[in-house]
């Protein structure tokens, strides 16, 4: 199983239907775990998903409307029972400090999380960690809402076909990634020679927004971008009086960002289920890479790392 993946909770806007919850999106990142925009009956979801709230380390809301949030109280609370004993960092829109509160004591519980609030106010970076950072942009939406973006730093793989010709071998890996040089047999090696660039793999989130330059800039360079497209193209004017996307604008944003793979969701319940091949192809013509519809209960990898090194060229957007 990757040790990178998007746990789908749900996939519906605004009211769930027989066959999408509300939305919910658990990113499985190494030991880390980022539960996106937690809506009704997420903590049921994940029971069948077979995640567990232990597994949470970051909730990052884009705003609160209730199909975004209205599951939050829940899962709260089922992390205090579970006695979850480390850290969660919860990202929202800083306007929303006040209904955070009431979400957060919805209801009588002994709360025992170490629940640390970083609220979002304007755009830029909102943690910090070694190995990654998260990164919020406000988006263009009728109450103030963010997107999210997971940046893991770049770095050198080793190549064991130079290791071996340098004879290097055992701890003396270790020693020359330390110091960045080793004498080995009368010559000094370096740790460029044996290694090559590892571009660090990225992850953006762009729920409820009409098409704007802070969507792109999310997507930039992403492997994966998830994504809303609550409307099809032909419902564009819906799209943009109720500050949405359409699966054609979502294809959009990926391609002018350079991502790899673009995962739909939020989808409007005007739609039956089997329109879905529909909102996919609608992506799809506007964005080469692969397109995933996501439904409820979904596991998507996040794809292997790029195997190139190299910024890809950089592309000009517009708003329509």
């Given at each position: 199983m990757s040790d990178r993946e998007l746990v789908v909770l749900g996939t519906a806007s605004q009211a769930p239907t027989r066959r999408r919850n509300h939305n919910g999106y658990l990113l499985r990142w190494d030991s880390e775990g980022f539960l996106f925009d937690p809506g009704e009956g997420t903590q049921r979801q994940m029971i069948f998903a077979g995640v567990t709230v232990s597994r949470i380390t970051h909730i990052c809301i884009t705003h609160f409307h209730g199909d975004h949030c209205l599951g939050l109280p829940g899962v709260l609370q089922r992390m205090s029972l579970d006695r979850v004993a480390h850290p969660v960092d919860a990202c929202y829109p800083a306007d929303g400090r006040e209904v955070f509160g009431r979400l957060r004591h919805a209801a009588v519980f002994h709360d025992v999380v170490n629940l640390r609030e970083r609220p979002v106010d304007g755009g830029g970076p909102v943690?910090?960690?070694?190995?990654?950072?998260?990164?919020?942009?406000?988006?263009?939406?009728?109450?103030?809402?963010?997107?999210?973006?997971?940046?893991?730093?770049?770095?050198?793989?080793?190549?064991?076909?130079?290791?071996?010709?340098?004879?290097?071998?055992?701890?003396d890996v270790g020693r020359l990634q330390r110091q960045g040089s080793l004498a080995v047999g009368g010559r000094v090696v370096t740790f460029e020679q044996v290694s090559e660039p590892r571009p660090g793999q990225r992850f953006a989130f762009i729920m409820d927004t009409r098409l704007c330059d802070a969507a792109f800039a999310l997507a930039d360079g992403a492997d994966m971008v998830v994504c809303e497209s609550t409307f099809a193209d032909a419902d564009v004017a819906l799209a943009r009086e109720y500050g949405h996307l359409t699966a054609g604008q979502a294809g959009q944003i990926a391609a002018g960002s350079g991502a790899r793979l673009l995962v739909l969701t939020h989808f409007s319940q005007r739609y039956e289920h089997g329109d879905g091949q529909r909102l996919a192809a609608e992506a799809a013509a506007a964005f080469d890479g692969r397109v995933v519809l996501a439904n409820d209960l979904d596991r998507i990898p996040v794809p292997p790392r790029r195997r190139l090194p190299g910024r890809r060229p950089a592309h000009a957007w517009r708003r329509s």
């Open positions: 943690i910090q960690a070694p190995s990654f950072r998260v990164e919020a942009q406000p988006l263009s939406h009728g109450v103030p809402a963010v997107g999210y973006r997971l940046a893991e730093a770049d770095g050198r793989r080793m190549l064991p076909g130079r290791l071996a010709a340098f004879g290097i071998t055992g701890p």
